[in-house]
């Protein structure tokens, strides 16, 4: 699979998501670039295979929430794998580092305490526009390519 440009992966090359159950959860923060992410999440996931009763959205304020979100749907559903969507864009202060610290950190400690895919579908750039062209730009969709990981990222954990 293309990490720049979606329209480049092979469909053939990704399992297929029938039977598997999916948490994204969705910061509110930056709504026009995140839903657009979310939108290319489960489109991506039905285009593949899931079906509507194996995806559940969730919401959260902010990036900083995503891996508590994560959490949630880790300790309460059976779910085989959580995709977390957010967009922090760089402002005048220093708050983009300790979200994207936060939210880094935090997705990677729920991929080994849960031993399950917390999919990183975040975006951290300079400007608006940067983050519009990859939620849907000219850039693709993160939030296709965070799906495309999630199927994949199941599909290895059972072929163990
Ligand atoms: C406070 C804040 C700022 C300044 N910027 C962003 C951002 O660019 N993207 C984002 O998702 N959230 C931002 N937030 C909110 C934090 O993620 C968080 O919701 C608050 O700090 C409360 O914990």
């Known amino acids: 699979m293309a990490t720049k440009d979606l329209s480049a992966y092979d469909i053939n090359s990704v399992p297929s998501a029938e039977n598997m159950t999916f948490g994204i959860v969705v910061a509110e923060w930056n709504w026009e670039i995140t839903s657009a992410l979310a939108k290319g999440a489960v489109a991506t996931l039905k285009k593949h295979g899931a079906t509507d009763e194996n995806i559940s959205v969730k919401y959260v304020p902010g990036t900083f929430e995503l891996p508590l979100g994560g959490q949630f749907f880790a300790e309460m559903a059976n779910i085989d794998a959580v995709i977390l969507l957010g967009c922090v864009i760089q402002g005048e202060t220093r708050h983009f580092d300790y979200i994207c610290e936060g939210v ?12 399950k895919p917390f999919i990183f579908g975040v975006l951290t750039t300079n400007d608006e526009q940067q983050a519009l062209d990859r939620a849907g730009g000219k850039h693709g969709n993160k939030g296709d390519e965070a799906a495309i990981t999630a199927i994949k990222m199941v599909s290895l954990q059972r072929s163990f």
């Open 104 to 115: 880094t950190q935090g997705t990677v400690d729920l991929n080994l305490k849960y031993n």
